[in-house]
C-alpha cells in the first residue's frame, strides 16, 4: 500500500505538471468518448486534484425512499472510500440533478481530514469553503452554498458509475483538476496517456519555439 501510495505521488507531480489542458488533449488520442469536466469552484484554486475516484451516487430526495435505508451520508462515504478510508483517493459526489444545492460541507466532510483522502469532487456545491480549506485534502465542486441541500438531493448508492458534468465517472477511474478544469482518465490508460501528454507538451514547446522564431515577412 506504501509503494502504492509513493508511486501515485509521483503520478501526480507528473500530471500537475503537465495540466489539465494537455491531459485532454492525450485522452482525446487514446479514447473517443467525452472525458473533460469544466472549470470548477475551489475553496483552494490552487491546489490540484489527482488520484483514484471513489464514488456516491446522488439522487433527487424523495421521502418514501429516504424511510426505507439509511440514505445518509456517513454510510455512502464509508461505503465508498471504506472504513477506514482508504488513503489517496478521491471522493466523487454526483449532482443527482441538481447542480445549483449543498451535496456537503465542513460538518460532514470533517471525517476525511487526516485520513489521506487525496480530495473531494462534487457536481453540486459544498457549504463552508473557510472550513474545507483548512482540511487536509483538494476540494472542487460547483460553488459555494449557504443553503442545507437534503430536503433536495439524496446519496443513494456508493461504489457505482456516476455522472460528472457529462462526464462518466467509474470507481477506480483517475481524476485529475485544476484551475483550468479537469478529466477523467481510465486506470488502465493512466501510464499510456501521461506518456503521450509528456509528447505533446514536448511537441508544443518545440511549436512554440519556432513561432517565436519566425521572421515577419515583407507586407506583414
Known amino acids: ?79 465508498a472510500l471504506g472504513n477506514p478510508p482508504r488513503a489517496g483517493q478521491v471522493l466523487v459526489l454526483s449532482s443527482g440533478g441538481h447542480a445549483d444545492v449543498s451535496h456537503g460541507g465542513g460538518t460532514k466532510l470533517a471525517r476525511a481530514d487526516g485520513t ?49 458534468s457529462g462526464v462518466c465517472v467509474s470507481p477506480g477511474d483517475y481524476i485529475y483538476m485544476d484551475s483550468a478544469g479537469g478529466v477523467v482518465i481510465p486506470s488502465a490508460s493512466l501510464r499510456r496517456v501521461l506518456a503521450i501528454a509528456e509528447d505533446i507538451s514536448a511537441e508544443e514547446a518545440e511549436a512554440a519555439k519556432g513561432i517565436r522564431g519566425e521572421q515577419a515577412q515583407p507586407g506583414e
Not at 24 to 41: C, E, F, Q, T, W
Open 1 to 79: 500500500m506504501r509503494e502504492k501510495l509513493m508511486e501515485d505521488d509521483t503520478l501526480a507531480q507528473k500530471a500537475a505538471r503537465l495540466g489539465c489542458a494537455t491531459l485532454v488533449d492525450a485522452m482525446n488520442r487514446v479514447h473517443g468518448h467525452r472525458a473533460h469536466i469544466p472549470a470548477m469552484s475551489s475553496p483552494d484554486p490552487l491546489r490540484y486534484l489527482f488520484g483514484p475516484a471513489a464514488t456516491i451516487s446522488y439522487l433527487p430526495y424523495r421521502e418514501d425512499l429516504a424511510a426505507e435505508g439509511p440514505h445518509d451520508f456517513r454510510y455512502y462515504f464509508y461505503g
Open 116 to 164: 489521506g483522502l487525496a480530495g473531494v469532487l462534487a457536481d453540486g456545491r459544498l457549504r463552508d469553503f473557510g472550513q474545507l480549506r483548512g482540511y487536509s485534502f483538494a476540494t472542487w465542486c460547483r460553488g459555494e452554498a449557504v443553503r442545507w441541500g437534503g430536503d433536495t438531493v439524496m446519496p443513494y448508492a456508493c461504489a457505482v458509475a456516476v455522472e460528472i
